[in-house]
């Protein structure tokens, strides 16, 4: 196959050399957006992750695009409707990263609740040691408590499998789902666990803990009005999109005690992150790492080099 491929947000080196080794020229030197509407018109394919931008008009200056894939799930970056108008190709990699993004939830739900962002930022001997032991001495445990999940797709379902492992009461929120079925593997056997489901608003009064994992659908889910009837001291984690919580809700929720901490790797405005979130004591930080392990920077390149691989045999 004599494609060429421009790799333009990074791809693990083992899909690189897949797609060199199945016959494409592959280039890995990233092109700045402003450049690629000229360099671009002479690749067949383009692979991105949520970095660069692929848009209508430059979709209309490569007639020679054949496809363009994106490393992950969401396609916010992509005119995805006009490329399938133009007969483009385009895929991704919906389900390779869902575990990790799921064990990252999880850490921020252990993190935030033993107050470890705190501790290590305060962290020191002597007097400090002391005064912090004291501080974050009377936390809880994990087990026993309620979990809300604002969405039950991949990425909820997994993490709802780990937090009932933990002991916690898993709920679930999600329009679009009809029945909330856990299946887990126990040695040989699998078990099937039905969740309650729960209207958003019966949800939230409930829940020691919400975490969110939906797309971003145009409005946040936690605003205002929720955080007016959430439980008092409940535990937010956004793992999701960052537009999904209201983050100057969130602040006033945090600073009145209605919210105890939050862990949030998703922001409203990335990379522009409110000064007010970035050392706040009570929020535990992450800069959406949530797909960034190896096993699913792996598990993303192997789909997407079978997917170009079957796009490239089907024009032969
Ligand atoms: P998914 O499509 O498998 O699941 C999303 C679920 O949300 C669906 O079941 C859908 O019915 C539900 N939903 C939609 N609107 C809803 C609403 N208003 N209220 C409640 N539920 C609603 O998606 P996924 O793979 O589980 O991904 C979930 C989110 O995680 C997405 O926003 C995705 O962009 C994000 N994500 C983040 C990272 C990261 O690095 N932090 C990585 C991958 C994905």
Redesign the pocket.
């Given at each position: 196959m004599s494609w060429k491929i421009l790799i333009n947000d990074g791809m693990e080196e083992s899909g690189v050399n897949a797609l060199k080794s199945l016959g494409f020229e592959v280039d890995t030197q990233k092109i700045p957006q402003e450049e690629l509407s000229q360099k671009l018109q002479d690749y067949q394919g383009i692979i991105v992750r949520s970095a660069t931008k692929v848009r209508q008009e430059l979709m209309d200056v490569c007639p020679g695009l054949k496809f363009i894939a994106r490393g992950?799930?969401?396609m916010d970056n992509i005119d995805v409707s006009y490329a399938k108008e133009k007969g483009i190709a385009v895929i991704n990699t919906?389900a390779a990263?869902?575990r990790s993004?799921a064990e990252l939830a999880m850490a921020h739900l252990l993190s935030i609740t033993r107050g470890l962002q705190d501790a290590n930022r305060q962290f020191s001997g002597g007097d400090q040691f002391s005064a912090l032991k004291k501080k974050w001495s009377t936390c809880s445990e994990l087990q026993g408590k309620t979990l809300l999940l604002?969405?039950?797709?991949?990425?909820?379902s997994e993490l709802a499998k780990m937090a009932t492992a933990m002991g916690m009461t898993v709920i679930v929120?999600?329009?679009?789902?009809e029945k909330a079925i856990l299946k887990i593997k126990l040695g040989t056997q699998e078990v099937e666990i039905q969740l309650q489901m729960v209207s958003r608003e019966e949800g939230l009064p409930l829940a020691d803990y919400v975490s969110l994992?939906?797309?971003?659908?145009g409005s946040a889910?936690l605003g205002t009005d929720e955080f007016a009837i959430i439980k008092k001291g409940c535990f937010v984690v956004n793992?999701?999109?960052g537009e999904n919580i209201d983050e100057d809700a969130l602040l006033n929720a945090l600073d009145s005690g209605k919210v105890s901490a939050a862990g949030l790797?998703?922001f409203q405005n990335e990379p522009h992150i409110k000064e007010a979130l970035i050392h706040h004591p009570k929020i535990c930080t992450s800069a959406?790492?949530?797909?960034s392990t190896l096993e699913a920077q792996e598990r993303i390149a192997g789909e997407l080099v079978d997917k170009i691989n079957e796009i490239g045999r089907a024009h032969v």
């Amino acid at each position: 196959m004599s494609w060429k491929i421009l790799i333009n947000d990074g791809m693990e080196e083992s899909g690189v050399n897949a797609l060199k080794s199945l016959g494409f020229e592959v280039d890995t030197q990233k092109i700045p957006q402003e450049e690629l509407s000229q360099k671009l018109q002479d690749y067949q394919g383009i692979i991105v992750r949520s970095a660069t931008k692929v848009r209508q008009e430059l979709m209309d200056v490569c007639p020679g695009l054949k496809f363009i894939a994106r490393g992950g799930v969401g396609m916010d970056n992509i005119d995805v409707s006009y490329a399938k108008e133009k007969g483009i190709a385009v895929i991704n990699t919906p389900a390779a990263s869902s575990r990790s993004v799921a064990e990252l939830a999880m850490a921020h739900l252990l993190s935030i609740t033993r107050g470890l962002q705190d501790a290590n930022r305060q962290f020191s001997g002597g007097d400090q040691f002391s005064a912090l032991k004291k501080k974050w001495s009377t936390c809880s445990e994990l087990q026993g408590k309620t979990l809300l999940l604002l969405g039950f797709g991949r990425i909820g379902s997994e993490l709802a499998k780990m937090a009932t492992a933990m002991g916690m009461t898993v709920i679930v929120n999600d329009p679009y789902v009809e029945k909330a079925i856990l299946k887990i593997k126990l040695g040989t056997q699998e078990v099937e666990i039905q969740l309650q489901m729960v209207s958003r608003e019966e949800g939230l009064p409930l829940a020691d803990y919400v975490s969110l994992h939906t797309p971003y659908t145009g409005s946040a889910l936690l605003g205002t009005d929720e955080f007016a009837i959430i439980k008092k001291g409940c535990f937010v984690v956004n793992t999701s999109r960052g537009e999904n919580i209201d983050e100057d809700a969130l602040l006033n929720a945090l600073d009145s005690g209605k919210v105890s901490a939050a862990g949030l790797d998703v922001f409203q405005n990335e990379p522009h992150i409110k000064e007010a979130l970035i050392h706040h004591p009570k929020i535990c930080t992450s800069a959406h790492i949530g797909a960034s392990t190896l096993e699913a920077q792996e598990r993303i390149a192997g789909e997407l080099v079978d997917k170009i691989n079957e796009i490239g045999r089907a024009h032969v």
